[in-house]
């Protein structure tokens, strides 16, 4: 392993360990694929429960007396299940050993997430700030949403010689705002309560401090990263990012080919290849039957992943469900969320049990499942920082419908007489916020469904993207190199 970068990753979840959305997906994939081209790329995350034996992990070190108002916690030290990905763990029982990293069994937010995530950006700091010792000591320290955002802060006003900080920004919809009190409890100066610095609206940010004192702010895709400078997808922030924009750098996700790969994916029925894609119709044969539905090959069939919430454009799908249903198609729903679309969704099945099957809970066999048995994959999200289910869409030639935002706008080619012909359309794509254009945007699908030729030839260019990690990670490094370098 070159010793040329020392990156500490720092995240509050990371697959296969924990994960609750897109952040963890990333923080179990882009280390390892920076590992490949030779940067020393570790993990730090919270010891939850059952951690430090998943991972073998050994103490390290002597207890650390992290903030003043708590007691020292033990660092332990591993290998992610990739077997190759070093990982640090915090071990704070009395923080950590909770049934949900961030909420409770009613989604209430646990109280005491200021020190349980402020305990976090404090180790990660620690790790590069000038005669602390671990045995190693990164040059740069990638952080992670509000979760890890106070880590730039306290590199901030650290003395000595530091690690240089980046914070990659996967949502900005949560911010981790606090009352000021707080202040006291991390150890961090009165002087930084201020508009130059963490307060935000009266509270403490964790987010704003990441985004302030950072050296630099990357976003989940290019288009985001224009999106959050307005006030639409900006949260209050969009000021200071707008006149950080020098700092702002979009980089697109990648995806893991390991796990998403419909030639060697073992949840399936059948794999497939884009040169032998009749396994996909065996996979649309036994999940149009697991959900009861008739197993005709010819009635398009629409599948849908995805938290039940307003920002995924849900309720937008409920709104159109009656007429979609009247064309003749079938519609499989996977997902969990907000009660009242679940309420909706069952009732919808109960009213069209020929047609539609509902599955309200996560499930990721079923997930893999949804996506090679599916025709058209729908995902209308309001918002999109990355996203990733429209990449895996692709992949297992299961066309998207999307609308034009964020990751969706930067890895999805609109279906147009134009892309068609030169082969460059990989789904279909809308542009406004609404029920109308949603509708027609999937009926220009369903039309392209019935040409069997063209559709063949649009399911084979999405097979043909590349979304591995690989080339997101090399935009890392260079990101990386320059920021050492500059520092």
């Known amino acids: ?74 660092l332990f030290h591993g290998l992610m299940p990739d077997g190759s990905t070093p ?26 997430n200021a020190l349980r995530f402020g305990l976090l950006s404090r180790v990660a700091a620690m790790f590069g700030i000038e005669g602390r010792s671990f045995g190693w000591k990164p040059q740069l320290i990638h952080c992670n949403d509000w979760q890890t955002g106070l880590t730039p802060a306290y590199l901030a006003h650290a003395s000595g010689i530091r690690a240089c900080s980046l914070i990659s920004i996967h949502n900005m919809a949560f ?85 998403w790969d419909p030639e060697n994916d073992p949840y399936l029925q059948a794999t497939y290849s884009r040169s032998k894609l009749q396994g996909k119709a065996v996979n649309k044969r036994a999940l149009q039957k697991r959900f009861g539905l008739e197993a005709d090959p010819n009635v398009p069939l629409l599948g849908i992943v995805s938290r039940l919430t307003r920002q995924k454009g849900i309720d937008l799908v409920l709104a159109i469900a009656d007429e979609l249903l009247s064309q003749s198609v079938q519609l499989i729903v996977l997902g969990s969320g907000d009660k009242s679309f679940e309420a909706e969704l069952r ?59 964020g990751g969706l706008a930067d890895s999805v080619i609109d279906a147009t007489p134009r892309t068609l012909a030169d082969g460059t359309a990989t789904g279909f794509v809308f542009t406004g916020d609404n029920e109308a254009e949603l509708l027609a945007c999937v009926l220009r699908a369903l039309i392209l469904f019935q040409q ?36």
């Open 1 to 74: 392993m070159s010793e040329e970068l020392r990156i500490l990753f720092v995240t509050p979840e990371a697959h296969p360990l924990i994960k609750t959305g897109g952040l963890g997906e990333v923080a179990g994939t882009l280390p390892p694929a920076l590992r490949e081209i030779g940067v020393d790329a570790r993990l730090l995350l919270p010891a939850y429960p059952g951690l430090i034996e998943q991972l073998n992990a050994q103490p390290l070190g002597a207890p650390l007396q992290v903030l003043s108002s708590m007691m020292p916690v033990q």
């Open 87 to 112: 990982a640090y763990l915090i071990d704070a029982p009395a923080l950590y050993h909770r049934n949900g990293p961030y909420v409770d069994e009613n989604g209430k937010d646990w109280p005491d």
């Open 175 to 259: 911010q981790g705002n606090f009352p000021p009190h707080w202040l006291t409890h991390l150890n961090l100066p009165r002087s930084s309560f201020g508009v130059q610095g963490v307060e935000f609206h009266g509270q403490l940010s964790f987010l704003k401090a990441g985004l302030y004192y950072a050296d630099h702010i990357t976003a989940v895709s290019p288009t985001y990263a224009e999106e959050i400078q307005t006030a639409e997808f900006g949260n209050g922030l969009e000021g200071l990012l707008s006149r950080r924009k020098d700092q702002l750098t979009g980089i697109l996700n990648g995806v893991d080919s390991a796990h």
């Open 347 to 405: 009732q919808l099945q109960q009213e069209h049990p020929e047609t539609v099957g509902v599955h309200l809970g996560y499930n990721e066999k079923l997930a893999h499942f949804v996506e090679a048995g599916a025709d058209i994959f729908l995902m209308p999200s309001r918002f999109e920082p990355c996203g990733l289910n429209q990449m895996y869409s692709m992949l297992y030639g299961t066309p998207p419908v999307v609308r034009r935002t």
């Open 452 to 487: 069997k030729t063209a559709w063949r030839k649009l399911q084979i260019s999405g097979m043909k993207q590349d979304f591995r990690w690989h080339r997101s990670a090399q935009q890392y490094l260079a990101l990386y190199r320059s920021l050492i370098t500059e520092g």
